[in-house]
């Protein structure tokens, strides 16, 4: 489905992470991917995983706090690649301390941290990619439920994916014209790595399985399988929108 198309992947920390099941997902459409790490703490990681899986994939670094990093990420994708046809963008933070307790209390460097890398990474990275994106192309972010109702726990990552679902509507109007696509997947709650610093992640989870029409909580793979229907022609007809892949927990009200 993905013959000839090359991506890009932002957010592989380690195995259990959205982007590397995605990664997987893409790799088997025959997709050619690249994939940007944060910092020196996590290559070694992304590094075992491709060479494991797929070997030879070109490995950036990538802060996106760091705007010469993602300057460089996108002039080295640009000398290898050519082309661009998608980007996955899986990337979010906020302090530990914001993700609990009262979202009153939160602090201005936290609220700014949270929206700098969860948020404004999107736009950043958009127009990064777009000028590579010569022949259309398809963005997509991950997103979560905490944006559209209150989440315990959850708090300023709630308000940083409800600007991540905007972003996604206001740059899909202006990528529009160059064929550009852009959609978020609202994934169900999946343990992860940034999981772990959500406070009582664990009701999360069992409460999500208890309510989702289907009884049970999304796997990785299926959020994987989503991204590929969204970069591939599959999906020409779509962009602006949140897609959620989350066993249908959204729609239940009682
Ligand atoms: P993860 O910890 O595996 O991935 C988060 C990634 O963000 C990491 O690779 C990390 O390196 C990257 N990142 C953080 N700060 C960065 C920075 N300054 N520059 C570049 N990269 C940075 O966790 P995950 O759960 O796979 O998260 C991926 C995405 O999925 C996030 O947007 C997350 O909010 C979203 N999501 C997760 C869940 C869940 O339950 N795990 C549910 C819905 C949406």
Known sequence: MLNNKNG????????????????????????????????????????????EAMPGSLLLSCDVSK???VDE?????????????????????????????????????AFLTALEISAYSLPQLARAAAPLMTEGGSIVSMSYYGAEKVVAGYNVMGVAKAALEA????????????????????????QTLSARGVSDFSTMLKHHAERAPLGRNVEPREVGQTAVFLCSSMSSGITGEVIYVDCGYNIMGI
């Not at 661009?84 to 990337?91: K, P, R, T, Y």
């Not at 972003?167 to 999946?190: E, F, H």
């Open 73 to 109: 990420a996108f002039r080295h994708i640009g000398e290898k690649f050519g082309r661009l046809d998608f980007l996955i963008h899986s990337i979010a933070f906020a302090p530990r301390e914001a993700l609990g307790g009262e979202y009153l209390n939160t602090s201005r460097e």
């Open 8 to 51: 890009i992947i932002f957010g592989v920390a380690n195995k259990r992470s959205i982007a590397w099941a995605t990664a997987l997902a893409l790799h088997e459409a025959g997709a050619k991917l690249a994939f940007t790490y944060q910092g020196d703490r996590l290559k070694e990681n992304v590094e075992e995983l491709t060479n």
């Open 167 to 190: 972003s996604t509507r206001y740059l899909a109007k202006d990528l529009g014209p160059r064929n550009i696509r852009i959609n978020a997947i609202s994934a169900g709650p999946i």
């Open 67 to 69: 705007q010469d990093e």
